[in-house]
């Protein structure tokens, strides 16, 4: 089956580590994002890509980096310069260019700073 | 810009009790609206969606109609159940297919 997969489930990092969020989808989509979840709160843009080897910053980019090498890749690095790195991350993909289609979802990774 | 408001939660019912989330838009145009679910610890998942003026979108007993005279998409259950109980988000997307606006989230508790 076609879909969206994030990984680690859990992550934990230590003070001024880099660490590597996956994110790999099977759905030939074109576009793929990524957000952050804090408890209780929305969801806020990091970086999204339309097409390989281009990306785009969002709305809270510092702090972060990724990648758009394959189309079906879009990993996400979190360095040492985001001080508050603790949250949930989430990945979609989506169909570019014609309105109507949803995002589709990773089931998503928790990120812990110990 | 385009934005997408939502009712405040957290929403509290008893089981068996009639739901209703507000959420409004503001575009240029006319956009496809969504509506999301996430359960605890997971990612989102499309509830439903509408793609023109008066569409109803539904799924799992859940309705939304796509209003433009009052630019709004209220999602609406007959009857919820404990296993509803999760986050319910609004979202739009313009018809050219660029990034969403997400609504800031509605937290549903249903009690048995």
């Known amino acids: 089956d076609g879909g969206i997969t994030q990984s680690p489930k859990y992550l934990f990092r230590k003070e001024g580590q880099n660490v590597t969020l996956s994110c790999e989808q099977n759905?030939?989509?074109?576009?793929m994002y990524w957000y952050r979840q804090d408890p209780g709160q929305g969801l806020r843009l990091i970086y999204y890509?339309?097409?390989?080897?281009?990306?785009q910053k969002g709305d809270i980019a510092e702090g972060y980096s990724v990648s758009r090498e394959k189309k079906e890749s879009f990993p996400l690095t979190v360095t040492s310069a985001q001080k508050n790195p603790t949250a949930f991350y989430l990945c979609?993909?989506?169909?570019?260019?014609?309105?109507?289609?949803?995002?589709?979802f990773g089931s998503g990774t928790r990120l812990t700073v110990v | 810009g385009d934005s997408v408001t939502q009712m405040e939660g957290p929403v509290t019912l008893s089981e068996e009790a009639f739901l209703t989330i507000n959420c409004t838009y503001t575009?240029?145009?006319?956009?496809?609206l969504f509506w999301y679910v996430q359960y605890p610890g997971e990612g989102l998942q499309l509830l439903l969606k509408?793609?023109?003026?008066?569409d109803k979108g539904s799924n799992k007993g859940f309705e939304a109609t796509y209003r433009k005279e009052t630019t709004s998409f209220h999602l609406e259950k007959g009857s919820v159940q404990v296993s509803d109980s999760a986050v319910y988000f609004c979202?739009?997307?313009?018809?050219?297919?660029?990034?969403?606006?997400f609504g800031p989230g509605t937290r549903l508790s249903v009690l048995p």
């Open positions: 575009a240029t145009g006319y956009p496809s």
């Open positions: 509408a793609t023109k003026a008066d």
């Open positions: 890509s339309q097409i390989v080897n281009d990306f």
């Open positions: 979202a739009s997307r313009d018809n050219y297919g660029q990034n969403f606006v």
């Open positions: 759905l030939n989509h074109d576009a």
């Open positions: 979609a993909s989506s169909v570019t260019g014609v309105g109507g289609y949803g995002y589709t």
